[in-house]
């Protein structure tokens, strides 16, 4: 079975620029996240989307950082313009349903190493 | 508030011996805790996951322990090797609408040959 795939995995920008990261989750999956993990510390949510809808993104800021899910599979995050803070790595995740409920696995990817200068 | 602490923050054993790592929480209500590996350059890889009833669960020579009325849980690295280096990320999930985790900040270990 295919994991999480994400791409690219390094990035390095100037603060001001703008910058996407693309996530194509564990196929049949129905629940897919974004975290941001600054190095040193545990990942933080960012974004939750259940098919293409959004059920939280309440630590996302939403000034600068934009997410969508349009057919419920793949995921697009986007940081426009980058600061300096936004430096992290950026994993995304997906379960077959909220992996909260219950004891569903969340399945993470290879996270995409973003720097900005 | 609904916090994840991990202690220690860093740890160095020599490769074969043991360690526990520590998670204190304080996220309520509570449905499930989670122990997950994280490699350098990798994300996170559950390694177990328990919930309220469940006080004890193993996965090869990782053993978690939970204690749900202090609000504890422990993960026992049993005959340690190389490969244990790694950062290992305690998580708590919240019974709320979405169900959200908690992650802790993680607990470091470096396995020294």
């Known amino acids: 079975e295919a994991g999480v795939a994400q791409s690219p995995r390094y990035k390095i920008i100037e603060k001001r620029q703008s910058v996407a990261f693309w996530c194509n989750p564990i196929?049949?999956?129905?629940?897919l996240y974004w975290y941001q993990q600054i190095l040193g510390q545990g990942p933080k949510l960012l974004i939750q989307?259940?098919?293409?809808?959004?059920?939280?993104d309440s630590q996302l800021p939403k000034d600068r950082f934009s997410a969508e899910r349009l057919k419920g599979v793949d995921s697009t995050l986007k940081i426009q313009p980058a600061k300096l803070e936004d430096s992290a790595v950026y994993l995304c995740?997906?379960?077959?349903?909220?992996?909260?409920?219950?004891?569903?696995?969340?399945?993470f990817g290879p996270g995409t190493r973003l720097t900005v200068t | 508030k609904n916090q994840v602490e991990q202690s220690p923050q860093s740890l160095i054993i020599l490769e074969g011996k043991n360690c526990t790592l520590q998670?204190?929480?304080?996220?309520?209500?509570?449905?499930?805790l989670r122990w997950y590996k994280q490699d350098t350059g990798r994300g996170p890889v559950s390694l177990t996951i328990?919930?309220?009833?469940?006080n004890t669960k193993s996965n090869g020579r990782y053993t978690a322990t939970l204690d749900a009325d202090t609000k504890q849980s422990s993960l026992h690295i049993t005959a340690s090797q190389l490969s244990d280096s790694a950062s290992y990320i305690c998580?708590?999930?919240?019974?709320?609408?979405?169900?959200?985790?908690?992650f802790g900040s993680g607990t470091r270990l470096l396995v020294r040959p």
């Open positions: 328990m919930t309220f009833s469940e």
């Open positions: 998580v708590v999930t919240r019974m709320d609408s979405s169900y959200k985790l908690i």
């Open positions: 998670c204190n929480y304080t996220v309520s209500p509570f449905s499930n």
């Open positions: 989307f259940q098919n293409n809808g959004v059920v939280d």
């Open positions: 995740a997906s379960s077959l349903v909220a992996s909260g409920r219950g004891s569903y696995e969340q399945y």
């Open positions: 196929s049949g999956h129905a629940t």
